[in-house]
Nanobody
Framework: QVQLVESGGGLVQPGGSLRLSCAASRSINTMGWYRQAPGKERELVATFTSNGLTNYADSVKGRFTISRDNAKSTMYLQMNSLKPEDTAVYYC?????????WGQGTQVTVSS
């Protein structure tokens, strides 16, 4: 079993920044961030692939940065230049064969 705990969400004005954290109960190579806005399907935001490369959704490229601290088994998502359309519940995701694991989610609201 793997536990994933997100933190760092909140209310921020357009153009502001937030940093999300995902603390894992063990070290994991393949991890990422997804988000789900009201009435929409869950979508990929940013991920680490199994070989350590990063992958971003087009909508967040240049604004969001995924990173991790392996010593702390923690992954981060630095979100800059936030827009109202970034409002969603953000989920931490991990893949350990043969299944995916999800955190409980953290709400990010971008509004003036």
């Amino acid at each position: 079993q793997v536990q994933l705990v997100e933190s760092g969400g909140g209310l921020v004005q357009p153009g502001g920044s937030l940093r999300l954290s995902c603390a894992a109960s063990r070290s994991i190579n393949t991890m990422g961030w997804y988000r789900q806005a009201p009435g929409k399907e869950r979508e990929l935001v940013a991920t680490f692939t199994s070989n350590g490369l990063t992958n971003y959704a087009d909508s967040v490229k240049g604004r969001f940065t995924i990173s991790r601290d392996n010593a702390k088994s923690t992954m981060y998502l630095q979100m800059n230049s936030l827009k109202p359309e970034d409002t969603a519940v953000y989920y931490c995701n991990a893949y350990i064969w043969p299944r995916f694991y999800w955190g409980q989610g953290t709400q990010v609201t971008v509004s003036s």
